[in-house]
């Protein structure tokens, strides 16, 4: 990466005007610290959609997004897709236009717009150390209740759902915990447990028994990151004496082969045959808790 390169990288997009906010806020193509891309690469068409960024205004910021919705139709439902640590790259987008193809409202907001731009970022470390661990999950939780306002004034009025990757995958239940506003919630091998502190004060497991929204789980058996026992001890939480009706009808699914990262089709731990079903399941696990959504072919 060339100087210039890593200065744009680290620079904050929130320090782009709102008056001069242009489209290209997000990285195009895939993240630097993916590449190479996988031949198992998903692409899916953006025919019969109006798929590209938005602008969500965010206080004196503008959080760049990308959105993804039929062209067709009205009060669609709503789908929060949330990052991994890679930003709002290709895989974030396509993903949407999954979910956009069968019938959803689907929006990925960039999440860590005021500390850089992570689809820049080509060192591993860097991209942590600079990035991803200066993002308070106070501000991310605004920054979702800003996203799921600005989403519910433009067309996406049907009933709500989060879903989330990796860092994302914590995400989402943390959300859960916080918003009443949303109808379900799907974590893809999120971080379960770890160390409280100044931007991380609580984890999934802390706020297990006040889900406000029930979450699906869907975990890797052979997680390097994440181990089982963390898995337990979620559903441990889940399963006390006390919990909120929301945990009670959340749970967790372990893919027994699988590594962390199954879902990332342009990755090397891509796994199909757990992918594929697995992405069935949260498309189900929506629609029963009312979220308007096909069935996946």
Same mark, same amino acid.
Not at 196 to 210: F, G, K, M, N, T
């Given at each position: 990466m060339s100087l210039e390169s890593e200065r744009r990288s680290l620079q904050p997009m929130s320090s782009v005007d709102r008056r001069d906010f242009v489209k290209g806020a997000l990285i195009s193509g895939f993240a630097a610290t993916t590449v190479p891309v996988s031949a198992t690469t998903i692409q899916t068409s953006a025919e019969g959609l109006e798929a590209g960024e938005v602008a969500i205004p965010v206080?004196? /910021?503008? @959080?760049? %997004? &990308? =959105?993804?919705?039929?062209?067709?139709?009205?009060?669609?439902?709503? $789908?929060? $897709?949330?990052?991994?640590?890679?930003?709002?790259?290709e895989h974030i987008r396509d993903v949407c236009r999954r979910f956009a193809k069968l019938g959803a409202y689907a929006v990925a907001p960039e999440l860590f717009f005021r500390q850089g731009n992570p689809g820049l970022v080509t060192d591993m470390q860097t991209l942590m150390r600079e990035i991803v661990a200066r993002v308070p999950d106070a501000q991310v939780m605004s920054d979702l209740d800003a996203t799921l306002a600005w989403a519910r004034g433009h067309g996406a009025t049907g009933k709500a759902g989060i879903t989330g990757f990796c860092w994302g995958g914590r995400i989402t239940w943390l959300y859960a915990a916080h918003s009443d506003a949303i109808a379900a919630g799907v974590a893809w091998y999120g971080r379960l447990v770890g160390q409280?502190?100044? @931007?991380?004060? $609580?984890?999934?497991? /802390?706020?297990?028994?006040?889900l406000r929204a029930p979450v699906l789980g869907l975990y890797a058996g052979e997680d390097a990151g994440i181990p089982l026992d963390s898995?337990? *001890?979620?559903? %441990? *939480?889940?399963?006390? /004496?006390?919990?909120?009706?929301? %945990?009670? #009808? #959340? #749970?967790?699914?372990? &893919?027994?082969?699988?590594?962390?990262?199954?879902?990332?089709?342009?990755?090397? *731990? &891509?796994? #199909?045959? /757990?992918? =594929?079903?697995?992405? $069935? %399941?949260?498309?189900?696990?929506?629609?029963?808790?009312? @979220?308007?959504?096909?069935?996946?072919?």
């Open positions: 206080g004196q /910021d503008v @959080l760049p %997004a &990308y =959105r993804a919705r039929p062209l067709t139709g009205r009060d669609w439902p709503l $789908v929060i $897709v949330i990052q991994e640590i890679f930003g709002v790259h409280a502190s100044e @931007l991380q004060p $609580v984890h999934p497991v /802390d706020v297990a028994a006040r898995v337990e *001890a979620m559903r %441990a *939480a889940l399963r006390a /004496d006390g919990v909120s009706t929301a %945990a009670k #009808s #959340s #749970s967790i699914t372990v &893919y027994p082969q699988a590594k962390h990262g199954f879902h990332a089709d342009y990755r090397a *731990a &891509y796994r #199909s045959e /757990d992918a =594929r079903p697995a992405f $069935v %399941a949260a498309c189900a696990f929506f629609r029963q808790h009312g @979220l308007a959504i096909q069935n996946p072919t």
